[in-house]
C-alpha cells in the first residue's frame, strides 16, 4: 500500500503528558501538511512542510505545538503538556504539484483523547 | 467573516435526484479549489479539484467555478445512497476547508 500511513491510530492520554503523532507521506509526494479535526467541523489547518522545510505554520498553534520533518520524508507532530481542548482527529496529508495545483490525498488520522 | 463557507446543511435528497453543494471564498487571489468527501469516522477524499472557471465534469460529479463572485459548486447527479457522507469545500492559497455540508441521499 503506497498511500499515507499515520501512527498510532488512536492515543489516550492524561492532561499533561507530552505526545508524538507520525506520519509517512506517498513517497514522490514534497509537500505534507497536519490538520486537526473536531466533530461536526471541517479540518482545520495546523502546518505544512515542503521537503524539510516548514512553510506555514498556524498562528493559531500554541507553542505546546511543534512539527518537524528532518529528511523530508515522513514528519511527527509533537504536543507537549496536552490539553482536553487537544482532543480531536489530527490529520496527515501529503501532495505534489499537479496540473494547476496540489491535490491532497489523507491518511487515516490519529485520534487523541486527553482525559 | 470565514475564509471558506459552506451551506449549512444537512442537506436531504430523494435517491436519483440532483444534489446541490455550494461553496464561498473570502480570498481573491485563489486559485485552487477541490472537493472531499467525507465518510463517518473516516479521512477526507478528494473527488474533484478545480481551476478554470466553468464547469468540470467527472461522471455524476459536477464541479462549478465562478472566481468573479467567488464561488464554487459541486453538483451530484442521479444522487445514490452510497454518496451520503459530509463534502467539504477546500481552497489552495492557504489550505483551508470549509465545515463541510452533511448529504444524506434517502432510497
Known amino acids: 500500500d503506497t498511500g499515507v500511513s499515520q501512527d498510532p491510530r488512536h492515543k489516550i492520554t492524561k492532561r499533561g503528558q507530552n505526545v508524538t503523532f507520525r506520519c509517512d507521506p506517498i513517497?514522490?509526494?514534497?509537500?505534507l501538511y497536519w490538520y486537526r479535526q473536531t466533530l461536526g467541523q471541517g479540518p482545520e489547518f495546523l502546518t505544512y512542510?515542503?521537503?524539510?522545510?516548514?512553510?506555514?505554520k498556524s498562528r493559531l498553534l500554541s507553542d505546546r505545538f511543534s512539527a518537524e520533518r528532518p529528511k523530508g520524508s515522513f514528519s511527527t507532530l509533537e504536543i507537549q503538556r496536552t490539553e482536553q481542548g487537544d482532543s480531536a482527529m489530527y490529520l496527515c496529508a501529503s501532495s505534489f504539484p499537479g496540473q494547476g495545483g496540489y491535490e491532497q490525498y489523507f491518511g487515516p488520522g490519529t485520534r487523541l483523547t486527553v482525559t | 467573516q470565514k475564509e471558506v463557507e459552506q451551506n449549512s446543511g444537512p442537506l436531504s435528497v430523494p435517491e436519483g435526484a440532483i444534489a446541490s453543494l455550494n461553496c464561498t471564498y473570502s480570498d481573491r487571489g485563489s486559485q485552487s479549489f477541490f472537493w472531499y468527501r467525507q465518510y463517518s469516522g473516516k479521512s477526507p477524499e478528494l473527488i474533484m479539484s478545480?481551476?478554470?472557471?466553468g464547469d468540470k465534469e467527472d461522471g455524476r460529479f459536477t464541479a462549478q467555478l465562478n472566481k468573479a463572485s467567488q464561488y464554487v459548486s459541486l453538483l451530484i447527479r442521479d444522487s445514490q445512497p452510497s454518496d451520503s457522507a459530509t463534502y467539504l469545500c477546500?481552497?489552495?492559497?492557504?489550505?483551508?476547508f470549509g465545515a463541510g455540508t452533511r448529504l444524506t441521499v434517502k432510497p
Open positions: 478545480i481551476y478554470s472557471n
Open positions: 512542510f515542503q521537503n524539510e522545510a516548514q512553510l506555514e
Open positions: 477546500a481552497v489552495r492559497s492557504s489550505e483551508r
Open positions: 513517497s514522490e509526494h514534497n509537500r
